[in-house]
């Protein structure tokens, strides 16, 4: 199986910090763990991406699961990072196509329904993804009139629910 890559940013102070989002999948009894100091929301993450996944017609896959939030060092914190995992699980189980997702970035907070809600720091995480040169980028539609403010180089895909990626 496959290990797949997708990028997200954090807010980080008055700026961002990229994150890169890497998922490994393994023969073994099912487990889903995240590393790379998650804070607890997170951490709780793992109930909202198993039902976003089910319950928007993918397959969560049964295997050992492994995601780990680069880098190790940085703590991160907040919701955003639900769409960038459950991407990169569907990309490392083979339901997205890791070619489909090279050069793009994703930001979200997970519904249990798949429902892609709004967050904050967009415009923080906007300015970081153009400093490392991603220009398509994943949004919850909820976000977009704030994205609007910096687009000017950038290409919003804002986006409502799981299965519409």
Do not use: W
């Not at 993450?45 to 780990?68: C, D, E, G, M, Y």
């Not at 190790?72 to 997205?96: V, Y």
């Not at 809600?117 to 400093?131: H, M, Q, S, W």
């Amino acid at each position: 199986m496959p290990t797949s890559k997708v990028y997200s940013a954090i807010p980080y102070g008055f700026d961002g910090h990229l994150v890169a989002v890497e998922c490994d999948m393994n023969r073994g009894l099912p487990s889903f763990s995240i590393v790379g100091l998650p804070n607890r929301a997170i951490d709780e993450s793992r109930q909202r991406i198993r039902s976003a996944i089910t319950n928007s017609l993918f397959t969560f896959p049964p295997h050992k699961i492994t995601v780990n939030l680069a880098p190790a060092e940085l703590h991160k914190t907040g919701t955003q990072l639900d769409l960038p995992i459950a991407i990169s699980i569907l990309s490392s189980s083979n339901q997205l196509l890791q070619s489909n997702l090279d050069n793009k970035a994703f930001i979200g907070e997970l519904a249990l329904s798949g429902e892609i809600r709004p967050v904050k720091g967009i415009i923080n995480a906007l300015e970081t993804f153009r400093r490392n040169g991603i220009k398509q980028i994943y949004i919850p539609a909820a976000n977009s009139p704030q994205a609007q403010l910096v687009a000017r180089d950038l290409n919003i895909y804002p986006v409502k629910t799981l299965r519409e990626l």
